[in-house]
């Protein structure tokens, strides 16, 4: 998803919804780490929720982009107006990753099937092992969504907007 605000709006905009990706990831680490992943995952009926909360917010994006195809001014400016990431704040795309990796409960099954194989029975601290290796984790992602951030502005430098209409770009 790093793409695609970044294809139209810049490395800006992508390293925004990076930033909200990876803060998510910490917002699972830290209910890894009190146990409520734990929890969350025992009924059925409370790991289906966010499911259905995540798909629900999915078709809403995926319905809002689709809405948003037949106007291309929603995604890219016009020539001489301010610049792309100015069409839709940092903060808003900040939001949408941390929002995107919070309902996605493929994160939560990850941290309880994965981290307990890293985690020694015997420690004293077993939060803080969590937390360690959940921020190591939040870290690394974050780097690899960095990299596709630069990437994704040398690809929106590389085809201007002016190279490609606001259709192609939409589709994106």
Same mark, same amino acid.
């Given at each position: 998803?790093?793409?695609?605000?970044?294809?139209?709006?810049?490395?800006?905009?992508?390293?925004?919804?990076?930033?909200?990706?990876?803060?998510?990831?910490?917002?699972?680490?830290?209910?890894?780490?009190?146990?409520?992943?734990?929890?969350?995952?025992?009924?059925?009926?409370?790991?289906?929720?966010?499911?259905?909360?995540?798909?629900?917010?999915?078709?809403?994006?995926?319905?809002?982009?689709?809405?948003?195809?037949?106007?291309?001014?929603?995604?890219?400016?016009?020539?001489?107006?301010?610049?792309?990431?100015?069409?839709?704040?940092?903060?808003? !795309? =900040?939001?949408?990753?941390?929002?995107?990796?919070? *309902?996605? /409960? %493929?994160?939560?099954? #990850?941290? +309880?099937? !994965? =981290?307990?194989?890293?985690?020694?029975?015997?420690? *004293?601290? /077993? %939060?803080?092992?969590? #937390?360690? +290796?959940?921020?190591?984790?939040?870290?690394?992602?974050?780097?690899?969504?960095?990299?596709?951030?630069?990437?994704?502005?040398?690809?929106?430098?590389?085809?201007?907007?002016?190279?490609?209409?606001?259709?192609?770009?939409?589709?994106?």
């Amino acid at each position: 998803y790093v793409l695609v605000p970044g294809l139209p709006r810049g490395r800006e905009a992508a390293s925004a919804v990076s930033v909200g990706l990876a803060s998510g990831l910490i917002g699972h680490t830290a209910a890894a780490a009190l146990g409520l992943s734990l929890i969350i995952s025992r009924p059925p009926v409370v790991l289906n929720t966010i499911k259905y909360a995540g798909v629900a917010y999915l078709v809403y994006m995926g319905i809002k982009a689709v809405m948003g195809r037949n106007r291309p001014e929603s995604l890219l400016p016009e020539s001489g107006e301010a610049s792309p990431v100015e069409n839709h704040s940092a903060t808003k !795309l =900040f939001r949408i990753g941390v929002t995107m990796n919070l *309902l996605n /409960p %493929k994160v939560i099954l #990850f941290f +309880l099937a !994965l =981290f307990p194989q890293f985690l020694d029975p015997a420690s *004293l601290t /077993p %939060k803080t092992d969590i #937390f360690t +290796l959940g921020g190591i984790f939040a870290l690394q992602a974050w780097t690899i969504f960095s990299l596709v951030s630069i990437l994704s502005g040398f690809l929106s430098r590389r085809f201007s907007t002016d190279r490609l209409s606001h259709k192609t770009v939409s589709w994106i």
